[in-house]
Nanobody, 130 residues
Framework: QVELVESGGASVQAGGSLRLTCAAS?????MGWFRQAPGKEREGVGY???????EYAEFAKGRFTISQDTAKNTVYLQMNITEPEDTAVYYC???????????????????????????WGRGTQVTVSS
């Protein structure tokens, strides 16, 4: 079992910044940030893995940055230029690529749905007011 604990969620005014942290109990190759707003489906925010791949949802590009520390057991999500639409519970997840797709990835591969996300944190609330 991999334990994931998110922190850093808070209430900010639109345009403000937040830095979310995901502390993992052990290294997992694939890490991701997801979010879910009330009444909406969960959606991917950012992805990072041990091969150096980084991917973002379109709404996050240019505003959010995902990173991890040298030990690869802590993942961050820097949120800048926040918007009210960013209000949601943000979740950290850990997983792996399906074995059948290893070394068979293609341009445009969706890591948010193409990774087996086995572990999830409990989430941290982010509220952006206008």
């Amino acid at each position: 079992q991999v334990e994931l604990v998110e922190s850093g969620g808070a209430s900010v005014q639109a345009g403000g910044s937040l830095r979310l942290t995901c502390a993992a109990s052990e290294y997992t190759k694939c890490m991701g940030w997801f979010r879910q707003a009330p009444g909406k489906e969960r959606e991917g925010v950012g992805y990072i893995d041990g091969d150096g791949r980084i991917e973002y949802a379109e709404f996050a590009k240019g505003r959010f940055t995902i990173s991890q520390d040298t030990a690869k057991n802590t993942v961050y999500l820097q949120m800048n230029i926040t918007e009210p639409e960013d209000t949601a519970v943000y979740y950290c997840a850990a997983g792996r690529l399906p074995e059948r797709f290893m070394d068979k990835l293609w341009p445009g591969y969706n890591f948010f749905t193409g990774v087996t996300w086995s572990y999830w944190g409990r989430g941290t609330q982010v509220t952006v007011s206008s």
